[in-house]
């Protein structure tokens, strides 16, 4: 079965830094995203990372406050937020795709729960 299970979400004034980690379990996968919903709008994209040694590739309005990163030992990806905006608000999620270089969420098979990044302005 597979597990994917994020932590590191909470609260940030604007400006801060947080840290999340997505921790895999139960399978491989080609591919590891984040993504973001923020109330009362669709889930979007943020980033993905490659097991197999790709560059990350992010969406157009993180590119250079977040950084995506993976740890293979661990089966664990982060994603680095800096420069936080009240605008980042949101839950975010790590998914996994057998798909490479995927922004889609319908490339997604597998969730996690989701944790949740408010950012104070």
């Known amino acids: 079965q597979v597990h994917l299970v994020e932590s590191g979400g909470g609260l940030v004034q604007a400006g801060g830094s947080l840290r999340l980690s997505c921790a895999a379990s139960?399978?491989?996968?080609?591919?590891m995203g984040w993504f973001r919903q923020a109330p009362g709008k669709e889930r979007e994209f943020v980033g993905a990372?490659?097991?197999?040694?790709?560059?990350?590739y992010y969406v157009d309005y993180v590119k250079g406050r977040f950084t995506i990163s993976r740890d293979n030992a661990k089966n664990t990806v982060y994603l680095q937020m800096n420069s936080l905006k009240a605008e980042d608000t949101a839950v975010y999620y790590c998914?996994?795709?057998?798909?490479?270089?995927?922004?889609?969420?319908?490339?997604?098979?597998?969730w996690g729960q989701g944790t949740q990044v408010t950012v104070s302005s």
């Open positions: 998914a996994a795709t057998t798909a490479v270089y995927c922004s889609d969420y319908v490339c997604y098979d597998y």
């Open positions: 139960g399978r491989t996968f080609s591919t």
């Open positions: 990372i490659t097991w197999s040694g790709g560059v990350p």
